[in-house]
């Protein structure tokens, strides 16, 4: 039987706060065995640990660039403090989410430009300190980010995933070429998305892996448009368990059945975080 393996899930959103263990038993119903839970603050590191071991679940710990703000000065030892707390959890899989975001104007101007370039670069330094994987925040920030990785890899490969991937051809094999995969969601079944389907149909299979980004980035068939719900129409959640199904729009771009594309994007997460390996075995 094909199971799913959900590389970036917020289950500690507050939208799911009432209700996490039923949204959890919904994807488990889909048969998606495995969800990778990544913090965005330090205030969220127990919470994604604990639900990690409640759902039999993984989760990475880091200080997503959109919360640079509100970081304190002492956030990234704090980090440093936690990865050594957990260095021998097997449930602890990366350093993340961490990255650059040149989308919103506030973070692409001084100060905080500069602010979330060096959370960026220092958690990459810890990620190699800790012997973690990365799992990347990308968001018109690709050329930065592949700077970071490798200034600090020095030559060395990196494992990890370029989250929610939608750069260029180029940009996306130069993260293959550093050793990251690439994350595809809910965005790909846009039909107007016409870079990032003709990524995900392109892009050599074992460079994809799944994600929801739940509750974040719904599929088509959650989106309202904003007359629609000004009309009344509900805004539909996104769920983990929502991956079979944009799986099998991934699959019907590729031209593969359901089965092969769970085994290749299975195999390919347990490539980009190694200890999930020993997770799904057990």
Known sequence: MRFWIDTHCHLDAAEFSPDVQMVRARAAAENVAHCVLPAVQVKDFERVRTL???????YALGIHPLYVKQAQDDDLARLDAALTAQRDEPRLVAVGEIGLDYFVPELLASPLRER????????????RQHGLPVILHVRRSADMLLKGLRAIGNGTPWQGIAHAFNGSAQQAQAFITFGLKLGFGGALTYERAENLRRLATTLPLEAIVLETDAPDMPPHWLYQTAEARAAGAPQGRNEPGELPRIAQVLAGLRGLDAETLAVATTRNAMAALPRLQALLAS
């Open 52 to 58: 990690a071991h409640e759902f039999g679940d993984s």
């Open 116 to 127: 979330q370039e060096f959370f960026y670069v220092e958690q990459l330094k810890l990620a």
